[in-house]
Every structure is written in C-alpha cells, then in structure tokens.
C-alpha cells in the first residue's frame, strides 16, 4: 500500500516538472519566434528621446531592464514596489538552483542566510502591489482577472515556500535534491523504481507548492509575463532614431 502511495507521489512531481518545463520552454520559445521575432516592422518608431547609436539604445535597454529607467517616471510607490519584487524574485530563483546543481557554488550557499528575508521582502512588495490595483481607481479600472490571478497564484508560491522554512512544515532537503537530479537526467518514473532511486518527499506543503510554481510555469508563455522576453523585441525600445540617416526599409517590400 504505502508502496503504491509513493509511486503515485513521484508519478505526478515528475510528471508535472516535466509537463511544466516542456510547455513552458516550448511556449516561451514560440512565442518569441513566432510572436516576436517574425513580426513585421514596418514603421520607424522609436520612443523619443532615442539615442542615435546602437551602443547608445543597448545602454538604454539595459537601464530599463536592471534599473527600471523608464517605470521610474511613473509613481515612486510602483517603481520601488515592482523593482524590489523582480530582484528579490531573481533572488529566490538563484537560491532555488541548490536543488539542481552538485556541488552548490558558494554564493547560492550565502543566500541561504537571508532567504527568509529576501522572501518576506517579496511578499511585501507583492502586497503593495495587489492593493495598488484596489486602491488606485484609474488601475483598477484597467485591471483584469489575469492581473490578480498573477498577483496571486505568486503570492501562494512564496507564501507556501516561507512556510517551508519552518520545522513543523520542512521536508527532507536531501530528497528533494536527490529526486530533483534524477529527474534531470530524465529518468521514467518506471525506470527509477528497478534501479531504488530517491523517493519524491509526501510532504504535502511541498507538493502544493510544486504545483503551484508547476502552474505559474504552464500559464507564462500564455500570459502578459512574456513582457520578460518581449521587452527585446519592442521597436518602441530597440529602434536606433536615424530615420533621417538611414532609408528604412519595410520587411513587407523585401524579397
């Protein structure tokens, strides 16, 4: 019986980290492509004041992306409230690859020290966040069920991870790793029962949050978190402003 119980357990953890991964990879790689990529321009529109230099716009994108340039001009409270949430978030996401690494490198071993700090420090972030769209009516008149479901299937993922620090709720970190590494070398559940692998940990905080981040890896690719791959390709960010210097040529004309 409780044989059968844990192969049900490692059944469905491998099965949804591989159809997580698989769809998420694959979606956001399309999307990108076919989305992106392959998206006629057939304007010259970049956002004034634009530099004139291609060094000059990849120093620009670099501001929006590390800095957040651009979401400075709007209001201080988005503009701290979306910075410290995207860093402590890439934070939690380095932090997570002692899972997937051996041996761990040293500065992912440090991070441990104020994880549940980095992770408290997201809730909050994502808190203001999420009240800013009850709050602010201009937001909130904009605002869609994608918006809040966003909000706040990440908010079960870092309260469901905060959680887990704790003693009553830890599971066996040495499982997990141990499952984790088999799994990425893409062991069938069927093939790892002959050979006595590491068992998936029952521990069912663990699992919800699996699923959870499982979810939030299915649904990206589909969503308005594609901003994170898309920002490259927006000509509004990554034209060079020369239209008087270069004829632009319309991809539609071409061949």
């Known amino acids: 019986m409780m044989?059968?119980?844990?192969?049900m357990i490692d059944m469905?953890?491998?099965?949804?980290?591989?159809?997580?991964c698989l769809v998420f990879v694959a979606g956001f790689l399309c999307k990108i492509y076919f989305g992106y990529y392959k998206t006629p321009q057939p304007l010259k529109i970049p956002q004034t004041p634009q530099p004139t230099t291609l060094p000059g716009v990849m120093m620009r994108m670099a501001g929006d992306v590390f800095f957040f340039r651009s979401l400075a001009k709007g209001t201080t409270?988005?503009?701290?409230a979306g910075w410290v949430f995207h860093f402590t978030f890439l934070l939690v996401i380095i932090r997570h690859l002692r899972y997937f690494v051996n041996p761990v490198p040293g500065f992912i071993i440090a991070l441990g020290n104020g994880v549940l700090a980095i992770a408290s420090l997201l809730m909050m972030a994502l808190i203001v966040l999420l009240f800013r769209r009850f709050i602010d009516r201009k937001v909130s008149y904009i605002t869609s069920f994608a918006d809040y479901f966003v909000l706040l299937l990440i908010m079960g993922i870092v309260q469901s991870g905060i959680m887990l620090h704790y003693e009553q709720f830890r599971p066996n970190i040495a499982e997990i790793k141990a499952f984790m590494l088999e799994l990425m070398e893409l062991k069938t559940p069927f093939l790892v029962m002959i050979m006595h692998p590491h068992h998936a940990p029952g521990n069912a905080l663990f699992i919800t949050h699996l699923s959870l981040v499982a979810l939030l890896l299915l649904y990206f690719p589909f969503s308005k978190l594609m901003h994170a791959g898309g920002?490259?390709?927006?000509?509004?960010?990554?034209m060079i402003n020369n239209a008087r210097e270069v004829r632009y040529i319309n991809p539609w004309d071409k061949g």
């Open 77 to 80: 409270l988005l503009f701290i």
């Open 231 to 238: 920002y490259f390709f927006s000509p509004t960010r990554n």
């Open 3 to 7: 044989n059968g119980i844990r192969f």
């Open 12 to 20: 469905y953890v491998s099965g949804i980290v591989y159809a997580a």
